[in-house]
């Protein structure tokens, strides 16, 4: 399970490991028991300096301003990961994040797509792009991947339609319906040695919209890549729990209205140290800030992974069906066991380095940027059901957060569903 792709000049963290425990919520104790071969946490020792070391107040439901980036969040596990469609697929784009408005559509399609009269009814989605590695010189390829979620079955519908029309003035293609694939719209374009098929299905309130690119001699794959993206997608979305709307509540004769979902349903973003709000709004993450201050099952961290198979699949394995990510990554999992197998994954470049003062188990290591102009330093830390990772470009700052994310830990519901 390789790294998350890189932060600003930083590449991101793995899971990781410090097999302390807690008792009763609270920190383990300093010495340990006869016999343990445990080694000892040495609370007085550790310097988690200005960062918290509380676990947040729990979020409440989502406000106007954050609705539509949680439900959007909330789709990811119900989007297809570009693996699933081709196991080659591992590169993931910076730009896979949630859908939140139409400026988001701008790098995705283009800047017309923002402006279709359909998107007045938009109401977010999830976007998610691979290509295989950059080594594959034979038969490169990618495809993108993205859902967008509309009022209704009618809003999606004009949506594709609008959008098809969109792509076919940018490609200087003529549209054309997908033989077999109800109400999908297409487009073949192929520029210099370079091939690309687009398709924009409406599926109920959604557009599943896919974009498959090859070689030009490899031209024949992108149509059956595309068809098996939609299957799979299709059957997917339909497994979305998605928030009703007060239209759709009342047409389901639930006479309450809009209900709006909790930011952290799961109780795990409490957990994951934070960024401050103006961090947020700088950007200094590197990723797309919809994407952060987020839960994700296994499939939605794929879709942000170089490894996006591997993390599927170890999370899976683990039980880990939520996992915060914000400033740290903690991951909870169904046992103790799980997560200390869950944690034990690592680089196999990483440098080792020493743990930070008090905390012995801490798995931590040093990695070197391609270019060698910049170092990462990483650490991992385990409590019970619970794996927090952090990253920082100063190996005083990675110190002072894993000891902070380690005392926020030793907090941590245990028992939590």
């Known amino acids: 399970m390789k790294r998350w792709y890189p932060l600003a000049a930083a590449a991101a963290v793995t899971a990781g490991m410090l097999a302390a425990c807690s008792t009763g919520g609270e920190p383990a104790p300093e010495s340990s028991t006869p016999g343990s ?153 192929t520029r210099n040695d370079k091939s690309y098929f687009t398709t924009y299905t409406p599926h109920g309130v959604y557009v599943i919209y896919e974009f498959a690119s090859s070689l030009a001699a490899h031209s024949d794959q992108l149509e059956p890549m595309a068809r098996k993206a939609i299957t799979l997608q299709s059957a997917l979305i339909d497994q979305f729990p998605r928030t009703p709307t007060a239209a759709e509540n009342a047409a389901r004769g639930n006479g309450e209205g809009f209900q709006p979902p909790k930011m952290d349903e799961n109780s795990i973003l409490i957990y994951a140290l934070p960024y401050t709000d103006t961090e947020m709004e700088n950007g200094i993450t590197g990723r797309p800030q919809q994407s952060m201050r987020a839960v994700y099952g296994p499939r939605g961290l794929s879709h942000f992974s170089s490894d996006p198979a591997g993390i599927f699949n170890d999370l899976r394995a683990a039980g880990s069906t939520a996992n915060a990510i914000e ?91």
Request: with cysteine; charged share 20%; aromatic share 6%.
């Open 37 to 189: 071969a445990e080694p000892t946490v040495d609370l007085t020792a550790l310097d988690p300096g200005a960062y918290p070391t509380e676990p947040r107040p729990p979020f409440g439901v989502a406000d106007d301003s954050q609705l539509v980036q949680v439900e959007s969040q909330r789709m990811a596990q119900f989007i297809v990961v570009p693996f699933e469609v081709d196991p080659d697929l591992t590169a993931p784009d910076k730009s896979n994040a949630p859908i939140t408005s139409r400026r988001n559509l701008v790098p995705h399609i283009n800047a017309d797509a923002a402006t279709i009269p359909a998107n007045d009814a938009l109401l977010g989605g999830f976007s998610s792009l691979f290509t295989t590695a950059p080594t594959e010189r034979d038969n490169p390829r990618g495809l993108h991947n993205m859902v967008l979620r509309y009022e209704t079955a009618a809003d999606a519908r004009a949506a594709a339609q609008q959008l098809a029309q969109v792509s076919a003035r940018q490609q200087n293609s003529p549209v054309t319906s997908l033989p077999g694939v109800e109400g999908a719209w297409a487009l073949e374009t």
């Open 327 to 417: 400033r740290s990554i903690v991951y909870r999992a169904d046992t103790e066991e799980q997560a200390a197998t869950l944690a034990a994954t690592s680089e196999a470049d990483d440098q080792k380095i020493d743990a930070p003062p008090g905390l012995p188990a801490a798995n931590c290591s040093a990695q070197s940027s391609a270019d060698g102009k910049y170092t990462i330093y990483h650490c991992k830390v385990q409590v019970g059901r619970y794996v927090g990772e952090v990253q920082s470009p100063n190996k005083t700052d990675v110190y002072q957060q894993a000891a902070a994310q380690y005392l926020i830990l030793t907090k941590a519901d245990q028992n939590a569903k």
